[in-house]
T-cell receptor, first 107, second 113 residues
């Protein structure tokens, strides 16, 4: 089946730093989604992208739908301790999830 | 709204036992799905449903059954539990028109001994 390559697998950053993560696929997707999962909870949708080249922000989060439709990027600016968690990308169609980026923030 | 609820939160089974994981949503969502999450594997789709009476297989359906008799409920049945089914199970739901934007339940952590 289709697979998404999400990188990095994990990140350790200092509070206040910016964070970048990405997702790539060998297949074209029509939609890219970014989720965050807090420990012991289900994933929560952060940003949805529907058009190639689209750049969308949600507070300190910014995500982009790559122009090739085979990749997407998520940036977090000025990280804070509550940003800790696992970030998943997902692409459609069909809906496929990446393996996640585990973010740790050091105060 | 309670959103998506799952019970139980934790469960331990012996190999060969059967059980049903419950999932309910009160948002009148047509689309419901079950995922399993294993370390380093992300989320993998087990089964999904686009409405009452309609179910279909996802990426990893073997060993699991589902039914959708009502819009609200989408139980997942393990017929004969195996250690390979040790995982965290998430139920999710959404409107069909925006099924990308799924709302996830809190998960059920299942251990099969």
């Amino acid at each position: 089946g289709q697979q998404l390559n999400q990188s990095p697998q994990s990140m350790f950053i200092q509070e206040g730093e910016d964070v970048s993560m990405n997702c790539t696929s060998s297949s074209i997707f029509n939609t890219w989604l970014w989720y965050k999962q807090d420990p012991g909870e289900g994933p929560v949708l952060l940003i949805a992208l529907y058009k190639a080249g689209e750049l969308t922000s949600n507070g300190r989060l910014t995500a982009q739908f790559g122009t090739t439709r085979k990749d997407s990027f998520l940036n977090i600016s000025a990280s804070i301790p509550s940003d800790v968690g696992i970030y998943f990308c997902a692409g459609r169609t069909p809906l496929v999830f990446g393996k996640g980026t585990r973010l740790s923030v050091i105060a | 709204n309670a959103g998506v609820t799952q019970t139980p939160k934790f469960q331990v089974l012996k190999t060969g036992q059967s059980m049903t994981l419950q999932c309910a949503q009160d948002m009148n969502h047509e689309y419901m799905s079950w995922y399993r999450q294993d370390p380093g594997m992300g989320l993998r789709l087990i089964h999904y449903s686009v409405g009452a009476g309609i179910t279909d297989q996802g990426e990893v359906p073997n060993g699991y059954n589902v039914s959708r008799s009502t819009t609200e409920d989408f139980p997942l049945r393990l017929l004969s539990a195996a250690p390979s089914q040790t995982s965290v199970y998430f139920c999710a739901s959404s409107y069909l028109s925006s099924y990308n934007e799924q709302f996830f339940g809190p998960g059920t952590r299942l251990t099969v001994l």
